[in-house]
């Protein structure tokens, strides 16, 4: 399934990535809405990102 959903999302999946000197950050997802699960082989997840300034 992640062979599809890398196709379908510019060849992000999950985690974090470095794309043109920032961070990109995918996540499976929590899983809460009113179409179908479509996650497949991983578990749910509600991510909690701390900001802080740079140096």
């Not at 399934?1 to 196709?7: A, G, T």
């Not at 999946?13 to 082989?41: C, H, K, Q």
Request: aromatic residues 10%; without cysteine.
């Amino acid at each position: 399934m992640d062979q599809l959903v890398k196709r379908a999302n510019g060849g992000y999946v999950s985690g974090r990535y470095e794309v043109d000197g920032m961070t990109l950050y995918v996540s499976n997802g929590a899983g809460l809405w009113a179409g179908f699960p479509a996650r497949i082989g991983v578990p749910s997840e509600i991510t909690l990102l701390t900001l802080r300034r740079a140096p």
